[in-house]
């Protein structure tokens, strides 16, 4: 520690990294500071989810985590998930799904935050992991704002990766290409 700065170590997409830092400063803006530019800054009051980092593998907001709390603690942004996060860029993509983009990194932490917690809580449950409902996939995602795609195509991404992941649920309808934009 030097001054009135504090000493704070974390492992940051698999890397050890220390630093100095204010007391006060973010995880927002510690990632950034070291490269992790894929996590936006937008509202900076927890309120658009464009911040979404995982801390020890859960999706947070990093504008309301101080370094503090995040000291020796795993970190993840999407830079650490190329290769997990592939298959929904993908279903992005084919559903036409990011415009601006602004969005997309803290949609694609939350979504893939969203498939590791089905499978966590299935495997605590010792039942096999299922297709997340309409509901809960809606509520899960509230925090994820978006100012061009009207939500519609993000949905039918969202949908179309969780079916190739968990298979359709019995009762729901299919996925309509060009449904909304
Ligand atoms: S910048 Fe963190 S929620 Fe908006
Ligand atoms: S695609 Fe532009 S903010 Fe979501």
């Given at each position: 520690m030097?001054?009135?700065?504090?000493?704070?170590?974390?492992?940051?997409?698999?890397?050890?990294?220390?630093?100095?830092?204010?007391?006060?400063?973010?995880?927002?803006a510690?990632?950034r500071?070291?490269?992790c530019?894929?996590?936006?800054?937008?509202?900076?009051?927890?309120?658009c989810?464009?911040?979404?980092?995982?801390?020890?593998?859960?999706?947070?907001?990093?504008?309301a985590?101080?370094?503090?709390?995040?000291?020796?603690h795993?970190?993840?942004?999407?830079e650490g998930?190329?290769?997990?996060?592939?298959?929904?860029?993908?279903?992005?993509?084919?559903?036409?799904?990011?415009?601006?983009?602004?969005?997309s990194?803290?949609?694609i932490?939350?979504?893939?935050?969203?498939?590791?917690?089905i499978?966590?809580r299935?495997a605590?449950?010792?039942?096999?992991?299922?297709?997340?409902?309409?509901?809960d996939?809606?509520?899960?995602?509230?925090?994820?704002?978006?100012r061009c795609?009207?939500y519609?195509?993000?949905?039918?991404?969202?949908r179309?990766?969780?079916?190739?992941?968990?298979?359709a649920?019995?009762?729901?309808?299919?996925?309509?290409?060009?449904?909304?934009?």
């Amino acid at each position: 520690m030097s001054g009135n700065l504090i000493d704070v170590a974390v492992v940051l997409n698999g890397k050890k990294v220390t630093a100095s830092v204010a007391p006060d400063q973010s995880l927002l803006a510690f990632v950034r500071d070291h490269g992790c530019k894929s996590v936006k800054c937008a509202c900076e009051t927890t309120n658009c989810g464009l911040c979404t980092v995982w801390l020890d593998g859960r999706a947070v907001l990093s504008c309301a985590v101080p370094m503090v709390r995040a000291n020796g603690h795993e970190v993840t942004t999407l830079e650490g998930l190329q290769a997990e996060s592939a298959d929904f860029a993908r279903c992005m993509a084919e559903e036409g799904a990011e415009q601006c983009g602004f969005c997309s990194p803290g949609l694609i932490m939350n979504v893939l935050a969203m498939e590791r917690e089905i499978r966590d809580r299935s495997a605590a449950q010792g039942i096999e992991p299922a297709m997340p409902t309409e509901d809960d996939m809606n509520a899960y995602l509230a925090g994820n704002l978006c100012r061009c795609t009207g939500y519609t195509s993000q949905r039918r991404a969202i949908r179309r990766y969780m079916e190739s992941r968990f298979g359709a649920a019995s009762d729901d309808a299919p996925v309509r290409a060009g449904e909304g934009e």
